[in-house]
């Protein structure tokens, strides 16, 4: 197997450099590389360089070949191009792949603990290509663009490329959208999954960032009308997030159905990809459901169906095979902590230590692990039916989910805003905010209420009522989990310390955040504090107080 420098392949016009060993393995077609031509002149000016290997052998080959370049020790990243050849032999149907020599062939990972649970006994998987000493633990951040035509890739290329060169820093950058479904597995162990799951998801991710839920479980005040379920989820992918995450059951070409009494309604299939058409920015999906990533199936899977859609996510990382509460648990939760706490460049990055987090113990004293993991290890000890191979089934999810996507993605990390306040302030009365930025740009200041909390009281449900006007009752609930949002100012933000005065809305009560996004012309600022509004009689207070725009000092001086 040949392995080619692809500065010969691709040359380009600017003056020569000194040799740079590369940090970077494509493994693509011949007839692939005029498509994928803008992204690799693109990852070449941001200072990555390029081996190229042509997939002419097994994927065992193919790992031997990355394995055996130059400088190895160099090597960050491997961009996978093209769909993947049945694990297992499978019987390919006819028209439904693309020849051989334009494929990439995934790595068959023998199962040990979801094979109980119904799974094939091989696992299609990519992590062995960046596992090159075969402990487990990926050195190497890898990514599959699983193109079928050159057609498809420039698709997946423009909107990587259109991604990272967005300008657009509103709302969308600090949003997180979950939608989950109902576990089924028992009452009381489908609520316990799905409180912690939740729960961890969100443990760690800032006050600055938006979190919504819609959830398919008919009592919850987070889930809309159960006929028009399937709107909200396209809804929430379309509005821009920075991720979008489904937890929940799945299969190859759709997730789950919501359920109610007597009839069920689907939360997204593969059909409704041509719906998919973000506003501002597409998220990256976070998939913790089973078969949703089944990369090697003679038919796309949904994953691939969503990532190659003009409007769909930039990227997506979920599993092949089937897939376990606990495993993604910990997986989701190790992403968010990592994207979080340790800002990494790349998402490839993000997955490779969030992979690595997996592998840890509790009782590594090396490397010490969040609260969140102890809670969820805590939870999932009691209700496993075999709590001894939890080892094995965080080992068995690293090989499950796969990232279809550019490792080489770049994270767009805002800049940290200080923001500071009194910890308690009455409804209807003035508060001095004071804080710094080193972005100068517009801002918009928002006073929300904790995530974990509601503008009004919202009950769960406890009786099923199926008339269309109780169904439609459903809606409003789920918009008002939608708005935190008691009050908004514009302003216009210098770099550095500032201060500002605003009137807290006569309504508002609780425990809330006061946060701040700030726009620059390549990048953005976002911050946050805490302050607990208690209720006074405000009724002397102006309704339009919360939208007037603040006065703001740069020099430190509110008025």
Not at 261 to 278: M, N, S, T
Not at 281 to 302: M, Q, S
């Amino acid at each position: 197997m040949v392995v080619w420098l692809l500065a010969l392949v691709l040359p380009t016009t600017e003056p020569a450099a000194p040799a740079q060993p590369a940090d970077a393995v494509l493994i693509a077609p011949r007839m692939m590389l005029p498509a994928l031509e803008p992204l690799l002149a693109h990852r070449q000016r941001q200072g990555h360089r390029f081996v190229w290997i042509e997939p002419t052998g097994t994927a065992a080959a193919i790992r031997q070949a990355i394995a055996q370049i130059p400088d190895r020790d160099s090597l960050r990243f491997v961009l996978l191009v093209g769909d993947a050849s049945p694990v297992e032999g499978a019987a390919i149907a006819a028209g439904r792949m693309p020849p051989v020599g334009m494929r990439v062939p995934a790595h068959g990972v023998p199962a040990e603990v979801n094979v109980r649970y119904g799974s094939e006994p091989q696992i299609a998987s990519d992590h062995p290509y960046g596992d090159l000493d075969g402990d487990g633990v990926a050195e190497l951040a890898v990514g599959r663009l699983p193109a079928d035509t050159p057609q498809e890739l420039a698709t997946m290329v423009a909107k990587i490329l259109a991604y990272e060169r967005n300008t657009d820093f509103g709302p969308w950058r600090h949003r997180i959208n979950l939608v989950a479904g109902v576990g089924g597995f028992h009452p009381l162990v489908d609520t316990v999954i799905e409180t912690a799951t939740s729960k961890l998801l969100s443990y760690g991710v800032p006050a600055a960032y938006d979190l919504s839920l819609t959830y398919g479980s008919w009592r919850s005040p987070y889930c809309p009308d159960p006929r028009r379920f399937r709107e909200a989820t396209l809804a929430r992918h379309n509005e821009g997030c920075l991720f979008w995450v489904y937890l929940g059951h799945g299969q190859a070409d759709q997730l789950d159905d919501v359920r109610i009494p007597g009839d069920q309604f689907p939360i997204l299939h593969a059909g409704d990809c041509r719906y998919l058409k973000y506003e501002a920015g597409p998220p990256i999906a976070i998939l913790l459901a089973c078969y949703t990533a089944a990369f090697d199936r003679p038919e796309d899977c949904l994953a691939e169906q969503m990532l190659k859609a003009p409007g769909g996510p930039v990227a997506v990382l979920g599993g092949s095979r089937v897939t376990m509460p606990y495993g993604m648990g910990v997986l989701g939760a190790a992403l968010m902590e990592v994207y979080f706490g340790q800002r990494p460049p790349t998402l490839g990055e993000a997955i490779v230590q969030a992979k690595r987090n997996m592998l840890t113990s509790l009782d590594d004293p090396q490397r010490p692990l969040p609260l969140s993991r102890a809670l969820l290890d805590g939870v999932a000890g009691l209700i496993s039916p075999q709590p001894s191979q939890l080892p094995q089934e965080r080992r068995e999810h690293v090989y499950l989910f796969n990232l279809l996507g550019d490792p080489m993605l770049r994270m767009a990390h805002p800049q940290a805003v200080e923001l500071a306040c009194a910890s308690r302030a009455e409804s209807g009365q003035r508060l001095r905010l004071e804080g710094r930025s080193d972005l100068a740009g517009d801002a918009v200041l928002e006073l929300v209420c904790r995530r974990d909390c509601h503008k009004v009281p919202l009950a769960s449900r406890e009786r099923f009522d199926p008339s269309d006007r109780a169904l439609e009752a459903f809606q409003p609930v789920y918009e008002q989990t939608l708005d935190r949002c008691w009050a908004r100012w514009a302003l216009e933000l210098p770099a550095g310390p500032f201060a500002t005065e605003i009137v807290i809305p006569p309504q508002c009560h609780g425990p809330c955040h006061l946060r701040l996004r700030v726009a620059g012309a390549s990048t953005f600022g976002l911050g946050a504090t805490n302050v607990y509004v208690t209720p006074v009689d405000a009724t002397a207070a102006s309704p339009a107080a919360s939208e007037a725009a603040p006065a703001t000092d740069a020099a430190g001086g509110g008025r």
